[in-house]
């Protein structure tokens, strides 16, 4: 695997390479910084793609390198346990096997516990409604994986699986929804609020586009601390409509700020398809408007959804941001608790049921050699253990009391 | 008459209107080919067609400032929110452009338009989905603010803040909308600024309005089963214009007031209520006037304290017994 050089420079001037991060015959971990350079507008670190030794260092210190030369070479087979043949077509990137295998135990956690929560409404022990998201797992799984563990995500209503990518944890969130103390919001903030500030996702913001400012003023202190963070903010192609989005937008492209847009594109805002309310649907071109990239992913496509917002976040880590992510998705549950999804037309959600993610993913897993029938068997097992133990806990989970009402409302 | 849901009142109400009067016109999300996110508006689209029941994306403070100028030029819509929680996001346009207009214009502008929905807690969906602003609406001179407790009240009451020239923000339940009361099958009109009791009795007055009514319903039932004291039910029904007689009369009867509420109690409209009360009944009470209200806390998620943060019958009991 070759690190190259992405096209960072607005104005097509060389770029130079400050410092190397990682000495030769070192292990770097996917995602880790390998090099420092410096474009005529910031300084900015390039990260590793995978995990893998880094080999070869090909511009020294101090040099000068265009868009698309190779950089470094990492050997990704000597990152660990072996590489069986892995290719994605799209571009050619290898990747590690267990960082596939993360992928796709990332998403079948996320679709396993979403109808595990079904079911426990269905039986009447969890309250409140709920918004759920299979079929839509590849775009929170592929963009959480190619942030960095102290970046942030803003969420919505639908929420579950953003929580889940992010690294939240099955059990926090089941005590959640069953109204407990040990709840990651101890039970006040429920399904519609779900969030943990220590691991990088402010509590779900239910209000449709009420997230999108709030992200892009996360972007803001992270360029007034000049750190290297960047926030990702999942919305609905409902959002579009609002003018939250459109005011955020607007101040994020004027200022450059570090924030990736990501509009899950599921073609419904509740009942209502995009064309109605839209007369253009292609999401991805109101970037253009306010004067930056915007870009349109097959967002049932893990891959593919990580690999943009891999790019997308280096973009807005080097000062280039923001960018707007349209993945194109489908919601393979209904709107809401109650929604029985009438209006989603037979064929459609035939369509899309050929098109899941998680049996795209599981079949390409397969086909390269990635991985065989009985590792997807062992992975289902443990991630229907970690549900199944998590929700006899959650189940007797401490309710707060009457005394915890009222705490928490004011910080002094 | 005929036992039907407030749900039913409601929509009745819009089809007659819609029949009455070719201005009016039904603006919201899903409120069209869904038949409206609470089945208010079932039916209405296919017996109207698109032209008076309007889909609408998800742009508040677009439609709701679309319904505001359409209202000035003499149309009148009847804008549906899913929830009165995103009203928020409209706010600027329901305060400056609903709230100023006529007073800004000198009196030679109207907006006629009624924004309604359901604007309740108690259904385990968190904080920001179950906001009760009646009274920060009801703080704008310029709007008026209605609140029914029964099917009756909603169909009379939302008939005529249609016909009403001013801005109208009509607070109903989702906890309601499958509730049953008679209706007449005749037409009627409820005038706002109308306060019903909706029991009498001699020893206390209830204040009350919106779901709380039926909270203080049945704590009257209990209060003279257990403890042998007669409360007397005030329905405000509407908020704003405010029916000061029907509430001093009662006071002056009774001699004690409880003002109950779903909202926070910090500026709430129980504090209207006592200001109101102590100022021109001073002479009639014979205790402090008693206030229930939501605990002054956004609303818990937590079901069984979500329960408790609302108030309930027990709570409206032993705040009279502590009156006496
Ligand atoms: C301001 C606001 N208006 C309306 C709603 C009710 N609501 C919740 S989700 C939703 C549809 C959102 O659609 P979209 O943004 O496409 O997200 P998806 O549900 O498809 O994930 C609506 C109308 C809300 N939560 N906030
Ligand atoms: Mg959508």
Not at chain 1, 321 to 345: A, F, I, K, M
Not at chain 1, 356 to 385: E, S, T, Y
Request: charged residues 25%; contains cysteine.
């Amino acid at each position: 695997m070759n690190l190259k050089m992405p096209d960072l420079s607005t104005t097509g001037s060389p770029i130079k390479v400050v410092r190397w991060l990682v000495e030769v015959g070192d292990f770097v971990e996917r995602g880790q910084a390998i090099v420092e350079v410096e474009t005529d507008k910031a300084t900015m670190e390039l990260e590793a793609l995978g995990p893998g030794t880094l080999l070869q260092q090909l511009v020294p210190v101090g040099s000068e390198a265009s868009a698309g030369d190779v950089l470094a070479v990492i050997d990704e087979t000597q990152a660990g346990s072996t590489v069986i043949g892995n290719s994605h077509t799209a571009n050619e990137v290898s990747y590690h096997r267990d960082f596939l295998l993360n992928l796709y135990e990332r998403m079948l956690l996320i679709r396993q516990f979403e109808d595990r929560v079904k079911a426990l409404f269905l039986e009447g022990s969890m309250p409140g409604t709920i918004h759920q998201c299979q079929g839509q797992e590849a775009t929170a799984v592929g963009v959480c994986a190619a942030l960095r563990p102290d970046d942030f995500i803003t969420s919505t209503f639908r929420g579950h699986g953003h929580a889940l990518a992010k690294g939240l944890t099955v059990q926090e969130m089941l005590d959640e929804l069953f109204g407990g103390v040990t709840g990651c919001c101890k039970g006040k903030g429920g399904s519609m609020h779900i969030g943990n500030i220590g691991k990088g996702m402010i509590p779900g913001i239910a209000i449709v586009a009420g997230g999108i400012p709030v992200a892009t003023g996360m972007a803001l202190a992270f360029r007034m601390r000049k750190t290297q963070e960047i926030v990702a903010c999942f919305f609905g192609d409902g959002a579009v409509a609002e003018g939250a989005f459109h005011e955020a937008l607007n101040m994020a492209a004027l200022w450059n700020l570090p924030v990736l847009f990501v509009c899950e594109n599921n073609l419904y805002g509740a009942s209502t398809r995009i064309d109605q309310v839209m007369k253009n649907t292609k999401v991805s071109d109101r970037a253009a408007s306010y004067g930056f990239r915007g870009e349109t992913v097959d967002g049932n496509d893990v891959l593919a959804v990580y690999e943009a917002a891999s790019q997308a976040a280096q973009e807005c880590r080097s000062g280039r941001g923001p960018v707007l992510l349209e993945l194109e998705t489908y919601r393979r549950s209904g709107h809401s608790r109650r929604d029985p999804c009438h209006y989603q037309p037979k064929e459609e959600r035939a369509f899309w049921s050929a098109n899941d993610p998680i049996i795209r993913f599981a079949q390409a897993l397969l086909v390269d050699g990635n991985a065989d029938l009985d590792d997807l068997d062992r992975i289902q097992k443990r991630v229907d253990d970690e549900i199944e133990s998590a929700v006899e806990k959650a189940k007797t989970t401490p309710k707060p009391g009457i005394e915890d009402l009222l705490t928490d409302v004011y910080a002094s | 008459m005929a036992l039907i849901t407030y749900r039913e009142a409601l929509r009745t109400a819009l089809d007659e209107e819609i029949l009455r009067d070719e201005n009016v016109v039904v603006i919201g999300e899903e409120v069209a080919q869904y038949n409206g996110a609470y089945k208010v508006t079932e039916g209405l689209w296919a017996a109207h067609g698109d032209t008076r029941l309007v889909d609408t994306p998800i742009s508040e403070a677009g439609f709701v400032g679309m319904g505001i100028g359409a209202a000035m030029l003499g149309l009148r819509p009847v804008i549906e929110l899913m929830f009165w929680s995103f009203a928020y996001v409209a706010f600027d346009q329901i305060v400056n452009n609903a709230g100023c207009v006529r007073y800004m214009s000198g009196g030679l502008l109207n907006v006629p338009i009624v924004i309604r929905g359901p604007a309740n807690g108690g259904t385990n969906v968190g904080a920001t989905h179950s906001h009760t602003p009646e009274n920060l609406l009801a703080n704008m001179p310029g709007l008026k603010v209605v609140a029914p407790a029964t099917a009756y009240d909603a169909k009379g009451l939302l008939k005529t803040s249609i016909r009403d020239n001013d801005p109208v923000m009509f607070m109903e339940n989702t906890l309601l909308y499958g509730e049953k009361w008679d209706v007449p099958d005749t037409e009627y009109l409820i005038p706002l600024g109308q306060a019903d009791i909706k029991r009498a009795g001699s020893d206390v007055s209830l204040i009350a309005h919106g779901r709380a009514v039926i909270t203080c319903l049945k704590a009257a039932e209990l209060l003279v089963a257990e403890h042998d004291i007669d409360a007397e039910v005030v329905d405000l029904r509407s908020i704003r214009p405010l029916d000061e007689e029907t509430v001093l009369n009662s006071v002056r009867k009774t001699h004690r007031a409880v003002v109950v509420e779903e909202g926070k109690p910090f500026c709430g409209i129980g504090a209207q209520m006592a200001s109101m009360i102590q100022e021109k009944a001073f002479d009639d009470l014979d205790a402090p006037i008693g206030r229930v209200a939501s605990l002054d806390a956004p609303a818990i998620y937590s079901p069984p304290l979500e329960k408790r943060q609302l108030p309930d019958p027990q709570r409206v009991i032993e705040k009279v017994l502590r009156l006496s």
